[in-house]
């Protein structure tokens, strides 16, 4: 089992829908989620943690976290298509210090 | 704001040859990862440094070694090299474990 899991997808949205991606992960002692966008060829860009449970809005994006399931999503509201990229989760593992471990990523498609 | 910058972009080497990359982390940050991305693939974690000293390390090749130097930067050297080696190697860089910033990657092509 690996240790962050995500759909690869891709997900598909109409503009203006609100897009869901989800992510587990396999070390219950985690403490730190991410969720990063990475345009092709580009590097991945930071654009929520969370790090207690529950939701946490930033503009059009929503972060939510249930350590219980092991769980963390990202809600994209009002998707356009300039969202459209591959959204890796990250956690910051207690087996190792200092171990960001990412997830496969979910490529989502944002069509007109 | 300053970011984390990598050097170089792009390196060109021929196998057997030996590939050397630079990351210079954000001003107080005190941790360094190095990461390995192929074509489609997620970041696989290579190896990461705290207060300049090795702190964690993942699917780094034995051909490869990395540290960190007084001055916070941290480089990648890779010796050896093979075709499977070419991809996007990305520094990041973060501050007690907290958010972690990404470098430009360098893209690295072994021929």
């Known amino acids: 089992q690996k240790e962050v899991e995500q759909n690869s997808g891709p997900l598909s949205v109409p503009e203006g829908a609100i897009a869901s991606l989800n992510c587990t992960y396999s070390?219950?002692?985690?403490?730190?989620f991410f969720w990063y966008r990475q345009y092709s060829g580009k590097s991945p860009e930071l654009i929520m943690s969370i790090y207690s449970n529950g939701d946490k809005e930033d503009g059009r994006f929503t972060a939510q976290l249930n350590k219980a399931s092991q769980y963390v999503s990202l809600l994209i509201r009002d998707s356009q298509p300039s969202d459209s990229a591959t959204y890796l989760c990250a956690v910051n593992t207690l087996g190792g210090y200092n171990k960001l471990i990412f997830g496969a990523g979910t490529r989502l498609a944002v069509h007109p | 704001a300053a970011g984390v910058i990598q050097s170089p972009r792009h390196l060109i080497k021929e196998k057997r040859e030996t590939a050397t990359l630079k990351c210079y982390p954000i001003?107080?940050?005190?941790?360094v990862y190095w990461y390995q991305q192929g074509p489609g693939q997620d970041p696989q974690f290579l190896i990461s440094?705290?207060?300049?000293?090795?702190?964690d390390k993942g699917s780094i090749p034995d051909r490869f070694s990395a540290q960190q130097f007084s001055d916070y930067h941290s480089e990648l050297n890779m010796s050896s090299l093979e075709l499977g080696d070419s991809a996007l190697y990305f520094c990041a860089s973060s501050s007690d474990e907290d958010e972690a910033f990404f470098g430009q990657g360098t893209r690295l092509t072994v021929v």
């Open positions: 070390d219950r002692g985690s403490q730190s």
């Open positions: 001003p107080r940050h005190d941790t």
């Open positions: 440094f705290y207060e300049k000293m090795q702190s």
